[in-house]
């Protein structure tokens, strides 16, 4: 497995920006990023495979991009236009697999999993 830590969390207003960051133990190829709001499950927000292709979730195509320097080993989230709704404990996965339950993003899920960072958005 690999080791994450997750960065860059905090509280900002409606319609600002913030960057995660999520740094790991050593290179993973795919990784993603999922979100858990109080009350809800956890849910995927945006993944980047081997070959650097990149998903996101409805709720935030054109407002979060994800990418990843191998060379560092950190994977990033950047987060414009931010709105209340994205009020989560924000965490980083490594180590993907085929979906079989579990938290599940495109059809894959992942076998390492950072301890989350806070971002909280207010209107």
């Known amino acids: 497995q690999v080791q994450l830590v997750e960065s860059g969390g905090g509280s900002v207003q409606a319609g600002g920006s913030l960057r995660l960051s999520c740094a790991a133990s050593?290179?993973?190829?795919?990784m993603a990023w999922f979100r858990q709001a109080p009350g809800k499950e956890r849910e995927g927000v945006a993944d980047?495979?081997?070959?650097?292709?990149?998903t996101y979730e409805d709720a935030v195509k054109g407002r979060f991009t994800i990418s990843k320097d191998n060379a560092k080993k950190i994977l990033y989230l950047q987060m414009n236009s931010l709105k209340p709704e994205d009020t989560a404990m924000y965490y980083c996965?490594?180590?993907?697999?085929?979906?079989?339950?579990?938290?599940?993003?495109?059809?894959?899920?992942?076998?390492?999993w950072g301890q989350g960072t806070q971002v909280t958005v207010s209107s």
């Open positions: 996965a490594a180590g993907r697999t085929y979906c079989r339950g579990g938290d599940c993003f495109q059809g894959w899920t992942y076998n390492s």
């Open positions: 980047i495979g081997n070959d650097g292709r990149t």
């Open positions: 050593r290179i993973s190829y795919s």
